[in-house]
């Protein structure tokens, strides 16, 4: 599967990990709004709103709050959904595929996400989270702003929140 997105190191970010969990909770985790919320930000900053409409073209949307109180809203759309193994969204597109300012978006950096999900062993997943970028200077700007550590963290809480379900 992960073999179907050729990257490009010079415009895409890659977070690859082996997780104790099976692809079905972390899928789960993805597309279910009340537990995303949970996991979805580094701490303490916290996700305080999720909208997900889970097919092509459906919205999705996140509002992040910093520890001082402050909101930051994320429009998006999902692009493509394989059920336990793949989810692509953009923040470049709202619902229906409409083209989004990065004003409306609530972001200046403009990306599309994908995470693509491996079966592991017995109870595990390779798992591959991919940020693609238009240009070199968005991805550079993308791992300054901590892609590696955020995208890593919010993993380990990701898994913490679906270790027991």
């Not at 985790?29 to 701490?43: E, G, H, N, V, Y």
């Amino acid at each position: 599967m992960a073999q179907s997105f050729k990257v490009d190191p010079k415009r895409d970010l890659v977070l690859e990990r082996i997780v104790d969990i099976p692809p079905e909770l972390i899928f789960k985790a993805w597309t279910t709004p009340d537990i995303l919320m949970k996991w979805f930000c580094p701490r303490p900053w916290k996700t305080i709103d999720c909208v997900m409409d889970l097919r092509p073209g459906g919205r999705f949307s996140t509002t992040m709050q910093s520890p001082e109180g402050q909101n930051f809203p994320n429009e998006g759309c999902l692009l493509e959904i394989v059920p336990n193994r793949k989810l692509v969204w953009t923040s470049a597109l709202t619902e229906g595929y409409r083209p989004i300012g990065a004003a409306i978006s609530g972001a200046d950096l403009l990306f599309t996400g994908m995470i693509i999900l491996e079966p592991h062993g017995a109870h595990g997943t390779k798992y591959t989270a991919i940020g693609i970028h238009k240009d070199e200077a968005d991805c550079r700007r993308h791992a300054e702003m901590g892609f590696q550590e955020g995208w890593g963290i919010v993993l380990d809480q990701l898994v913490a929140e679906m270790k027991g379900k």
